[in-house]
């Protein structure tokens, strides 16, 4: 009888985790040339997250909440992509594509120096 117990209360909480496993997954590209971008800042707002794109431009949230997410997505001489309204729905993977592109203007270019330590060029 002991034993019969532990099996149900082991298969509730199995369930009861299983149904609080939704994902959040993506790849995230260059949008003109569909290239896969790797080490892009991923932000789960929602929940406060961050991760890094892998080599493939694929990244993971491996729990999200059920309902509407936001998402930031930052990454150097690309423009800050802001998804306000990803919905998840429960016990189903979301699955995103997200195409980034090129920041214009100052955002993207500059005037960098590099100068040896005690060699700094502005005195």
Same mark, same amino acid.
């Given at each position: 009888?002991?034993?019969?117990?532990?099996?149900?209360?082991? %298969? @509730?909480?199995?369930?009861?985790? =299983?149904?609080?496993?939704?994902?959040?997954?993506? !790849?995230?590209? #260059?949008?003109?040339?569909?290239?896969? %971008? @790797?080490?892009?800042?991923?932000? =789960?707002?929602?929940?406060?997250?961050?991760?890094l !794109?892998?080599? #493939?431009?694929?990244?993971?949230?491996?729990? @999200?909440?059920?309902?509407?997410?936001r998402?930031?997505?930052?990454?150097?001489?690309?423009?800050?992509?802001?998804?306000?309204?990803?919905?998840?729905?429960?016990?189903?993977?979301t699955?995103?594509?997200?195409?980034?592109?090129?920041?214009?203007g100052?955002?993207?270019?500059?005037?960098?120096?590099?100068?040896?330590?005690?060699?700094?060029?502005?005195?």
């Open positions: 009888m002991k034993s019969l117990f532990s099996i149900f209360l082991f %298969l @509730a909480l199995s369930n009861s985790l =299983h149904a609080q496993q939704e994902k959040i997954t993506g !790849t995230v590209v #260059d949008h003109q040339t569909g290239e896969p %971008l @790797a080490g892009v800042t991923v932000k =789960h707002i929602s929940s406060g997250l961050e991760v !794109t892998d080599f #493939d431009g694929n990244f993971t949230f491996s729990s @999200a909440n059920p309902g509407i997410n998402i930031a997505v930052q990454f150097v001489s690309y423009q800050e992509v802001l998804l306000n309204r990803v919905q998840v729905l429960e016990e189903q993977q699955e995103l594509t997200i195409k980034m592109r090129k920041a214009v100052k955002a993207a270019s500059g005037n960098y120096m590099a100068a040896r330590p005690g060699n700094d060029p502005r005195s």
